[in-house]
């Protein structure tokens, strides 16, 4: 997403990523990868369960793990767009991202 920020901000698109990662951990992997969108932390899964985003046992060792997914929510707090996955390594593309907003703008 990164590689096409101008294009989703062109596009009427804020990209926003939620981790359940804590800040610091957020902020040292966004200056790693040179991320400059924004990240939110949710150490206590609230707004993952809020989505039904949570893969329970889903992860090693029965641990219960986020599920993938991308939203596009409007300036009103409306979801317009989601893709959601069972698997981690599955996600949607940015491309896929920004057809899809483009479309509903």
Known sequence: MQKQLQEFQAAGVK????????PEVSARL???AG???????????????QYDLVHAKGGP?????SRPAEFL??????????NFTEDIRVRARA???????????
Not at 95 to 105: H, K, N, P, S, T
């Open 15 to 22: 990209p926003v990523a939620i981790s359940v990662d804590t």
């Open 73 to 82: 929510v409007d300036s009103t707090g409306t979801v317009r767009w989601v």
């Open 35 to 49: 991320l400059t969108y924004t990240f939110l932390s949710d150490p206590k899964e609230d707004v993952l369960r």
């Open 95 to 105: 491309d896929e991202m920004l057809a899809a907003a483009r479309e509903i703008r």
């Open 61 to 65: 060792g029965g641990t219960d793990i």
């Open 30 to 32: 966004c200056r790693k």
